[in-house]
């Protein structure tokens, strides 16, 4: 008997987060369209939560589950090559999608020379956690950062330098020209260094305010002094990756 094929496949990768999968799980299913346009899959990484067993309890689920901890660009790339959709979808396991986020990023994905888009990224409390990431590659401006979510601000489909991983589309149809996630990374970077190798290769990365979702922002680690060595090490290994293309000087947004 044959796998069927889906369109879309919507990634999810889970640390300890099972009260915050759940609910991310319950929107996707809610929100998404025809349960035949899209797969979820969910990868696990050695979550000691219970978060394996309700993944295994979801019929329509999906799951991998890794022994140890891979770090979330590995946990991606395992997703990414176990599904087969024409366009895929990163979903951090803190997020929850509303209704209508899908068809405007497919909409930016259906065109030529788009290689990643991204929603507006909201928190529960109703501020600003992302939209879009602009200025130069070397001046990165993570716009609308804890603003309140004013509806008239960040309001037009812009180009932008990045967009935030917390979901984030891409198309596996340029997977053999830009390769996955660099597994350099454990924690940050991943969605960066992603979209700046995108443009790197001449392709553009759009932000569309139409496309709303919700993030419940570092709730899938509380452990800060963990998660500021996550990030030098991740700035460090960037830094030195770009250090050419850093330079360029064009302004995005």
């Not at 090559?81 to 366009?87: D, F, H, L, N, R």
């Not at 922002?217 to 990756?241: I, T, W």
Request: glycine share 10%; aromatic share 14%.
């Amino acid at each position: 008997m044959s796998t069927p094929s889906y369109p879309v496949d919507i990634i999810v990768v889970n640390f300890n987060t099972k009260k915050y999968l759940a609910a991310c799980l319950e929107s996707i299913r809610a929100y998404s369209g025809h349960p035949g346009d899209y797969r979820v899959t969910v990868v696990d990484n050695a979550s000691t939560d219970g978060s394996a067993a309700l993944i295994r309890s979801i019929r329509w689920v999906k799951g991998i589950f890794n022994s140890v901890n891979r770090g979330y660009g590995a946990a991606c790339n395992q997703g990414i090559k176990s599904g087969a959709g024409e366009y895929i979808f990163l979903l951090n396991s803190d997020t929850m999608v509303t209704p209508g986020w899908l068809p405007p990023l497919l909409q930016l994905l259906a065109r030529p020379e788009t290689a990643v888009a991204g929603p507006r990224l909201v928190t529960p409390d109703g501020f600003l956690a992302g939209a879009g990431v602009t200025g130069s590659n070397l001046q990165p401006i993570l716009r609308g950062w804890g603003e309140p979510d004013d509806p008239e601000r960040y309001n037009e489909i812009t180009e932008c330098l990045s967009i935030s991983g917390a979901c984030m589309g891409i198309k596996r149809a340029l997977l053999p020209e830009l390769g996955y996630f660099d597994e350099h990374y454990f924690h940050y970077f991943e969605e960066p260094d992603y979209c700046y190798n995108a443009r790197f290769h001449g392709y553009k990365i759009f932000y569309t305010p139409e496309s709303r979702v919700i993030h419940r922002v570092s709730a899938s680690c509380r452990n800060p002094r963990r998660l500021q060595r996550y990030f030098r090490e991740g700035e460090r290994y960037f830094r030195k990756k770009w250090q050419g293309f850093l330079a360029d000087p064009r302004v995005y947004g």
